[in-house]
């Protein structure tokens, strides 16, 4: 392994593990994952909280172990702009609670 490896490795498995905690966190409350999606207007929400929940556990995972490591990671990516539109317009708040919002999409 070359020198930079090791710390290449460490931080993807703790960019990976973010992604599996929150899906077994949304895995572990479904009803209120589906809650805040259907208070956005989006269809389906209980299948979209599913599919949410999968595709951070799977996608985190495969990044843990490296398998399809680029197309998990690409997965992730665009979940995450779509979500950060959708769910984090922190845009639309009022000054004071930006940075808070910006923080945490």
């Avoid at 490896?5 to 077994?24: K, Q």
């Avoid at 979209?48 to 690409?74: C, D, K, Y």
């Amino acid at each position: 392994m070359n020198p930079q490896g090791f710390p290449v490795l460490i931080a993807r498995f703790l960019l990976a593990l973010m992604f599996v905690l929150a899906g077994i966190s949304k895995f572990a409350g479904l009803e209120g994952t589906a809650g805040y999606i259907a208070s956005k207007g989006l269809p389906l929400p209980q299948l979209l909280a599913f599919a949410t929940a999968l595709i951070e556990v799977v996608g985190g995972v495969m990044l843990i172990v490296g398998w399809q490591a680029r197309w998990a990671a690409l997965a992730l990516a665009a979940f995450t702009a779509l979500a950060s539109v959708i769910f984090h317009n922190y845009w639309s708040l009022p000054a004071d609670k930006q940075m808070i919002d910006q923080l945490m999409s």
